[in-house]
């Protein structure tokens, strides 16, 4: 489990994150969305490839995404649903999780308007 760093993402942060991404892409998928969230962890150093100096040798390990970040994708996610901003599915071949649309592009044009 990682510590909590000044830089680590809020659950405000991961909302702001998932609303941009559906503006962009109003169907896509719950592992797109996630991949968002992972790619901005990574890039601001808190995932990835990690090394640690111990004395004279360094360890090389991967730190992977914490379950508070996995647990505030998922509120964030439920949310939206809950919310009916998106639903399950994105077409006749897709009608189920882990695929998602916007199905209100009003509430997610306030949701975009509100977060800027």
Same mark, same amino acid.
């Given at each position: 489990m990682r510590q909590h760093f000044e830089q680590d993402l809020s !659950? $405000?942060? @991961?909302?702001?994150m998932i609303v941009k991404h559906l503006d962009v892409f109003p169907l896509t998928s719950l $592992?797109? @969305? !996630? $991949?968002v969230i992972r790619s901005?962890?990574?890039q601001r150093g808190l995932i990835g490839g990690m090394t640690k100096q111990t004395g004279a040798a360094s360890i090389t390990y991967n730190r992977k995404i914490s379950d508070q970040d996995i647990q505030f994708i998922n509120d964030c996610i439920c949310d939206l649903l809950n919310s009916r901003v998106i639903q399950p599915? @994105?077409?006749d071949d897709n009608l189920e999780l882990p695929w998602i649309s916007v199905s209100d592009k009003e509430k997610l044009e306030t949701l975009v308007n509100s977060q800027s």
């Open positions: !659950r $405000e942060d @991961i909302f702001r $592992e797109a @969305i !996630r $991949e901005s962890l990574n599915g @994105i077409n």
